[in-house]
């Protein structure tokens, strides 16, 4: 009598437990999808600061810099091109470099021709395309006008560059004064 009263019981109870586990495995499921949501936000937010970690250590290659384009001499002798470091419009801007030809390239010789180059950037996915470009050059350090040849400006929209070809979006030929050019080294400010 008690078996059989134990047996009824273990039969009910598990009867109501099989009832329960579609609902526990919902509430399961629920957890799970919370769960996954909150690891997506923690991966986003992971994201977010590794891209605020970039921009912080790229804050002293924008805007205003300075470089200058030592054995100028030498350029101009052999004409070859010397490039700029890289550095980007802005935090977390568009990455570019200047190209300087000392003796002129094509048809403008016996000028300082200094072209923009638009490289591929880490940050280009998350900027406008085509970019409105905006730059302005000073070739030389003093802001005296007589040490100073103009300073010009591109205004112009660029397409975003690949990844394996930088895109020269502008040029600037100067005729440069001897005292422009100090030392044998050329100053460009950006």
């Known amino acids: 009598l008690i078996s059989a009263h134990m047996k009824e019981g273990m039969e009910a109870h598990l009867s ?103 490289v591929g950037g880490e940050f280009d996915d998350h900027l406008e395309w085509p970019m409105r470009a905006q730059l302005s050059v000073r070739v030389g350090k003093s802001f005296d006008p007589k040490h100073v040849v103009n300073t010009n400006c591109i205004k112009k929209e660029v397409s975003k560059p690949s990844e394996d070809t930088p895109l020269a979006f502008g040029y600037f030929p100067h005729q440069l004064c001897e005292i422009v050019v100090m030392n044998d080294s050329l100053v460009l400010c950006i």
């Open 16 to 118: 109501l437990l099989a009832q329960e586990v579609p609902s526990l495995q919902s509430q399961i499921k629920q957890q799970a999808d919370q769960i996954q949501q909150q690891a997506d936000q923690i991966q986003q937010q992971g994201n977010q600061i590794t891209m605020l970690l970039k921009l912080l250590s790229k804050k002293n290659c924008q805007p205003p810099l300075e470089f200058t384009m030592s054995k100028f001499a030498e350029h101009k002798r052999n004409n070859n091109a010397w490039d700029s470091p890289p550095f980007y419009s802005h935090i977390g801007g568009y990455k570019m470099y200047l190209r300087v030809y000392a003796n002129g390239v094509n048809n403008v010789k016996n000028s300082v021709v200094l072209f923009a180059v638009l």
